[in-house]
């Protein structure tokens, strides 16, 4: 298994995007959490219970299932933290569109948690890319010209 470095700090920020993604899904599902519902206004949302879920569960568990897979050294952890990266993004870019314009006084925190968590899943994909075209991309794509003699 080459590059353990990054092996090890996708790891990392897997965990804690899986831990801090479960725990606050999970705290937003039950009513644990509480935010004004003033914040869904003009959502398609009427409390926090799907959103709680959607972070738990995709955001959550594909961070866990990446965590768990990429220290096997194969070629599907790679790819799930790749995945896991694109749906934290995409989770960000979710909660952007529907949910900034009601937050009023609560945006300056919004924003800097927003953009923390969208430089998490920007960075898991980006040393998630590395380690497939370093170590994988040779096995899908010949590197060598192919004459046609």
Same mark, same amino acid.
């Given at each position: 298994?080459?590059?353990? +470095?990054?092996?090890?700090?996708?790891?990392?920020?897997? #965990?804690?995007?899986?831990?801090?993604?479960?725990?606050?899904?999970? +705290?937003?599902?039950? +009513?644990? $959490?509480? &935010?004004?519902?003033? &914040?869904?206004?003009?959502?398609?949302? =009427?409390? *926090?219970?799907?959103?709680?879920?959607?972070?738990? $569960? $995709?955001?959550? +568990?594909?961070?866990?299932? #990446? !965590?768990?897979?990429?220290?096997?050294?194969?070629?599907?952890?790679?790819?799930?933290?790749?995945?896991?990266? %694109?749906?934290?993004?995409? &989770?960000?870019?979710?909660?952007?569109? $529907?949910?900034?314009?009601?937050?009023?006084?609560?945006? %300056?925190?919004?924003?800097?948690?927003? !953009?923390? *968590? =969208?430089?998490?899943?920007?960075?898991? &994909?980006?040393? !998630?890319?590395?380690?497939?075209?370093?170590? *994988?991309?040779?096995?899908?794509?010949?590197?060598?010209?192919?004459?046609?003699?």
């Amino acid at each position: 298994m080459k590059h353990k +470095g990054v092996r090890l700090t996708l790891v990392v920020l897997e #965990a804690f995007v899986a831990l801090t993604s479960i725990v606050c899904g999970v +705290g937003l599902a039950v +009513g644990a $959490i509480q &935010f004004p519902l003033a &914040f869904l206004q003009g959502t398609p949302f =009427s409390d *926090y219970t799907i959103l709680g879920l959607v972070m738990a $569960i $995709i955001v959550g +568990g594909s961070s866990l299932l #990446a !965590a768990a897979t990429i220290l096997t050294g194969r070629e599907a952890g790679v790819l799930v933290s790749a995945l896991a990266g %694109l749906l934290l993004m995409g &989770f960000e870019v979710l909660e952007v569109s $529907i949910i900034d314009r009601n937050v009023g006084n609560w945006l %300056l925190l919004t924003v800097v948690l927003q !953009a923390i *968590y =969208s430089v998490l899943g920007l960075t898991i &994909f980006g040393l !998630a890319a590395s380690l497939w075209v370093t170590e *994988y991309r040779s096995h899908h794509f010949q590197t060598r010209h192919v004459s046609h003699v």
